[in-house]
């Protein structure tokens, strides 16, 4: 059963932090790459972070580098983004993806629903 289920998304003031959390099944898990993609009102969905699950090799938009942070509990089958340092420019819905390669779009096939983050100046 393929599920994503993205939570923690919510209204923060610039220089705040929030964590997102994506709870995977087990056979999602097991595609080895997790990310995370957003996408703001009128631009097209993009990556943010990606980590494999096995290695724990991370890879990160250079518009987040040094702010946010993906990290994975491989017991769990969690994979978490802390967001720090929020700027507006970071509101956008937040997707949990899985399976793909980078941070190519394309390559993802696996998606959840999205959890909304509204970054305030």
């Known amino acids: 059963q393929v599920q994503l289920v993205e939570s923690g998304g919510g209204s923060v003031q610039a220089g705040g932090s929030l964590r997102l959390s994506c709870a995977a099944s087990?056979?999602?898990?097991?595609?080895?790459?997790m990310a995370w993609f957003r996408q703001a009102p009128g631009k097209e969905r993009a990556g943010v972070a990606t980590i494999y699950t096995a290695s724990g090799s991370t890879y990160y938009a250079d518009s987040v580098k040094g702010r946010f942070t993906i990290s994975r509990d491989n017991a769990k089958n969690m994979v978490y983004l802390q967001m720090n340092s929020l700027k507006p420019e970071d509101t956008a819905m937040y997707y949990c993806?899985?399976?793909?390669?980078?941070?190519?779009?394309?390559?993802?096939?696996?998606w959840g629903q999205g959890t909304q983050v509204t970054v305030s100046s």
């Open positions: 087990a056979y999602t898990y097991t595609t080895n790459s």
């Open positions: 993806a899985a399976g793909g390669i980078g941070l190519a779009l394309q390559t993802f096939k696996l």
